[in-house]
């Protein structure tokens, strides 16, 4: 059963006027164009996840050497929470609630780049644009990132603006589905901190178990 049906059309005024605006950039130039095209195409999860992994790396090594084995683990279970998150989250919405949702595209008058470029696949509409899985990943992504740094970097600011405003431009979310799925990986990122927590405490109390019984004999 398709829940919330009547949603698939409704958008707020701020929604239109944000698209707009930033669609109308692709007006400007070509050049504009071809820049928002490539990190719209099919591909470009393969460039998201060499960034990922180029920034935890950097993560790790930005570390005192005493911490970067500890780092490394943390960053294995971002991976692994990630991909569990990113599968719930898609369960709760796209597969139970199956909240359906239409793109700017679908909706308003716009640049539609993949009319432009019909022959590269470029992903610019959606029946289910709500929410954005780019925008839970990559929130849930720089959250993590900014754990390990123990700051906000500005690198990780720019990679989460650059990554989830071309999906906007695009056409592809409206920005309450890119507000909300951000809100979403945030919520699923505090979650797996709790687990990780957990999992820390769980550790530390069984080895001062085994240390102390080490200690007795």
């Known amino acids: 059963m398709v829940i919330f049906n009547n949603f698939n059309n409704e958008y707020s005024l701020f929604d239109k006027e944000f698209f707009i605006f930033f669609n109308n950039l692709l007006n400007k130039s070509i050049i504009i164009k071809i820049i928002v095209a490539v990190l719209n195409h099919p591909y470009e999860k393969f460039l998201g996840i060499a960034i990922m992994l180029s920034f935890n790396i950097w993560g790790i090594l930005s570390q005192p050497k005493e911490n970067r084995k500890k780092a490394f683990l943390i960053f ?104 909300f799925g951000g809100t979403m990986g945030w919520f699923f990122y505090e979650n797996s901190i709790i687990l990780l927590n957990m999992i820390i405490f769980i550790k530390e109390y069984f080895s001062k178990k085994l240390k102390t019984k080490k200690t007795r004999k």
């Open 76 to 179: 294995i279970y971002f991976w692994i929470s990630l991909e569990i998150s990113i599968i719930l989250n898609n369960r709760i919405f796209h597969k139970k609630l199956r909240i359906m949702r239409d793109s700017p595209t679908l909706v308003l008058e716009g640049v539609k780049l993949s009319e432009i470029f019909p022959n590269y696949g470029i992903k610019d509409r959606a029946i289910d644009s709500f929410p954005s899985g780019h925008a839970f990943v990559i929130i849930f992504f720089a959250l993590f990132q900014t754990k390990i740094l123990g700051r906000c970097h500005i690198a990780t600011v720019f990679i989460t603006v650059f990554w989830c405003l071309p999906r906007i431009i695009v056409g592809a979310h409206w920005f309450s589905d890119v507000a």
